[in-house]
């Protein structure tokens, strides 16, 4: 492959090669680098664009995203992001079939890939689930994978307690620990059973759920299992005030104390979000959080769209990078868009610094490949060099909206959005070329999407607050004047 711009790998630095080539053969690169003397097969000249390496994803969205339905509805208590106690208390259950669970993963699958990311760690929630993910829907989850060819780290999500809502309005933690250590005998046989399908396309992950949803048996265990499987362990933590406050009146301390009492911390550990480390604007006290995880080799899950949605964000990328911390991005919402949150997250650096000099593209461009492939201890990922995975995405440059062209990461970081990626590479198989997934009927799912989304919504009231109608749990921008159709 041929392209006006390459973004190839030396001595540990991407490089950029203007008229670059990119020779693979299989599933892995032989050259990188000007006038390849070999025999090629096939030769592609992809003209006006940039061949650069994959993002890799480490919390990404794989279901139709509800953390959108919150984007203008607050708080999250009254607006069905916990469950109140009568719903909890009749039962909670599966609002989607088997067959819609599986086809909303596939669905996101598509779309990470038609956003340029080449290996996804998923994340879905679990506000519409009965308890936790289930090993069958992630048996058909790499079943999905394999047949787009994306690359992923799949586990499905458990825990051993849940918050809900009491009828005067008080939130509360309900735990059932015997049920969330099974999810993790569970998620421990998935992982022994197929890690390493599909000739490598498919590994595993341990993935608790969030840590105020964990007991301390469930983590101690968690962080046994990953050490003895060698699988990296994700827990979302250091995420919201809730969380802080909760963890703080159970443990008396804070999260990331809490993990480091329990050696939970490795550096095979992914924690997203980390925005409410102590001390910062949105913990303050005399925590040492970022000291530990800097000591400790965990990696901190960076995703600057969700947390600038919710009004915050880590504070920042560029003093954590500093005080030595390690830093993936996820993407964590809709749109699954990492070149957005590239965007969103060098702004927030650089508001939160008060510096236009805090953070420079290639920062962010490196988190998204480079510092997604350390935190899976994956040096054959996130670079296109002799001997790495051929893992990479033809972003268009030709397209005249972009504006001028400048430096071609930069460009990206100033202009382009996720639907600039052309054609997708993974594992040296054409996962999409000129935006078209083989076999798959982009607009039809899409459709498909809407419809099943809307049926969700349309169960809301039953685990909202006080049962209220749809229309009152989710607000309209305007007054709406006549009928609405979806
Ligand atoms: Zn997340």
Same mark, same amino acid.
């Given at each position: 492959?041929?392209?006006?711009?390459?973004? $190839?790998?030396?001595?540990?630095?991407?490089?950029?090669?203007?008229? $670059?080539?990119?020779?693979?053969?299989?599933?892995?690169?032989?050259?990188?680098?000007?006038?390849?003397?070999?025999?090629?097969? !096939?030769?592609?000249?992809?003209?006006?664009?940039?061949?650069? &390496?994959?993002?890799?994803?480490?919390?990404?969205?794989?279901?139709?995203?509800?953390?959108?339905?919150?984007?203008?509805?607050?708080?999250?208590?009254?607006?069905?992001?916990?469950?109140?106690?009568?719903?909890?208390?009749?039962?909670?259950?599966?609002?989607?079939?088997?067959?819609?669970?599986?086809?909303?993963?596939?669905?996101?699958?598509?779309?990470?890939?038609?956003?340029?990311?080449?290996?996804?760690?998923?994340?879905?929630?679990?506000?519409?689930?009965?308890?936790?993910?289930?090993?069958?829907?992630?048996?058909?989850?790499?079943?999905?994978?394999? !047949?787009?060819?994306?690359?992923?780290?799949?586990?499905?999500?458990?825990?051993?307690?849940?918050?809900?809502?009491?009828?005067?309005?008080?939130?509360?933690?309900?735990?059932?620990?015997?049920?969330?250590?099974?999810?993790?005998?569970?998620?421990?046989?998935?992982?022994?059973?197929?890690?390493?399908?599909?000739?490598?396309?498919?590994?595993?992950?341990?993935?608790?759920?969030?840590?105020?949803?964990?007991?301390?048996?469930?983590?101690?265990?968690?962080?046994? +299992?990953?050490?003895?499987?060698?699988?990296?362990?994700?827990?979302?933590?250091?995420?919201?005030?809730?969380?802080?406050?909760?963890?703080?009146?159970?443990?008396?301390?804070?999260?990331?104390?809490?993990?480091?009492?329990?050696?939970?911390?490795?550096?095979?550990?992914?924690? &997203?979000?980390?925005?409410?480390?102590?001390?910062?604007?949105?913990? &303050?006290?005399?925590?040492?959080?970022?000291?530990?995880?800097?000591?400790?080799? +965990?990696?901190?899950?960076?995703?600057?769209?969700?947390?600038?949605?919710?009004?915050?964000?880590?504070?920042?990328?560029?003093?954590?990078?500093?005080?030595?911390?390690?830093?993936?991005?996820?993407?964590?919402?809709?749109?699954?868009?990492?070149?957005?949150?590239?965007?969103?997250?060098?702004?927030?650096?650089?508001?939160?610094?008060?510096?236009?000099?805090?953070?420079?593209?290639?920062?962010?461009?490196?988190?998204?490949?480079? /510092?997604?492939?350390? +935190?899976?201890?994956?040096?054959?990922?996130?670079?296109?060099?002799?001997?790495?995975?051929?893992?990479?995405?033809?972003?268009?440059?030709?397209?005249?909206?972009? /504006?001028?062209?400048?430096?071609?990461?930069?460009?990206?970081?100033?202009?382009?959005?996720?639907?600039?990626?052309?054609?997708?590479?993974?594992?040296?198989?054409?996962?999409?070329?000129?935006?078209?997934? &083989?076999?798959?009927?982009?607009?039809?799912?899409?459709?498909?999407?809407?419809?099943?989304?809307?049926?969700?919504?349309?169960?809301?009231?039953?685990?909202?607050?006080?049962?209220?109608?749809?229309?009152?749990?989710?607000?309209?921008?305007?007054?709406?004047? /006549?009928?609405?159709?979806?």
């Amino acid at each position: 492959m041929t392209a006006a711009w390459v973004v $190839g790998h030396e001595d540990g630095k991407h490089i950029l090669l203007p008229c $670059g080539e990119v020779v693979y053969q299989d599933a892995e690169i032989l050259y990188v680098g000007h006038g390849f003397a070999g025999e090629v097969d !096939e030769r592609i000249d992809c003209g006006r664009s940039l061949i650069a &390496p994959g993002f890799i994803d480490l919390d990404a969205l794989s279901d139709l995203d509800t953390t959108v339905l919150s984007f203008d509805n607050h708080p999250a208590w009254r607006k069905g992001r916990v469950w109140p106690k009568s719903y909890m208390d009749a039962g909670p259950y599966e609002m989607y079939t088997p067959d819609e669970l599986v086809f909303q993963k596939a669905h996101a699958f598509a779309q990470l890939i038609r956003n340029g990311v080449t290996t996804a760690l998923p994340i879905a929630s679990l506000f519409y689930r009965e308890w936790g993910e289930t090993v069958e829907e992630f048996e058909g989850a790499a079943g999905a994978a394999a !047949e787009l060819g994306l690359r992923v780290y799949l586990g499905p999500a458990y825990r051993t307690g849940n918050s809900y809502v009491e009828p005067d309005g008080r939130i509360d933690l309900f735990f059932d620990e015997p049920r969330g250590l099974k999810g993790l005998d569970d998620a421990i046989a998935f992982c022994g059973r197929m890690d390493g399908r599909h000739r490598g396309l498919v590994r595993t992950m341990l993935a608790p759920d969030r840590i105020e949803t964990c007991t301390a048996e469930l983590l101690r265990r968690t962080a046994a +299992a990953g050490r003895e499987l060698g699988v990296p362990v994700r827990l979302h933590c250091s995420q919201s005030e809730f969380e802080r406050q909760t963890v703080s009146r159970l443990h008396g301390m804070t999260s990331i104390e809490w993990l480091e009492s329990l050696g939970f911390l490795t550096d095979r550990t992914l924690l &997203p979000h980390g925005t409410h480390v102590s001390p910062s604007r949105l913990a &303050p006290g005399p925590g040492r959080d970022l000291e530990i995880i800097a000591e400790s080799g +965990a990696v901190v899950v960076h995703c600057p769209l969700v947390a600038g949605r919710f009004g915050n964000g880590l504070e920042s990328f560029a003093t954590y990078r500093a005080r030595g911390i390690r830093i993936g991005l996820g993407t964590d919402t809709s749109p699954p868009d990492m070149l957005l949150n590239m965007q969103i997250g060098l702004m927030t650096c650089r508001l939160a610094e008060g510096n236009a000099t805090a953070c420079r593209a290639e920062d962010y461009f490196d988190a998204a490949t480079l /510092g997604g492939a350390d +935190a899976l201890g994956r040096t054959d990922l996130g670079r296109l060099a002799p001997g790495c995975r051929a893992d990479l995405v033809v972003w268009d440059l030709a397209n005249p909206d972009l /504006g001028q062209i400048i430096d071609p990461i930069q460009t990206l970081m100033i202009s382009a959005s996720g639907r600039d990626a052309r054609t997708v590479v993974i594992d040296g198989r054409t996962v999409m070329r000129d935006r078209q997934i &083989p076999g798959v009927d982009h607009v039809s799912n899409a459709a498909r999407a809407q419809r099943q989304f809307d049926d969700l919504m349309n169960k809301y009231p039953l685990r909202t607050f006080g049962h209220p109608p749809v229309e009152e749990i989710f607000s309209s921008t305007y007054r709406i004047v /006549g009928k609405t159709v979806r």
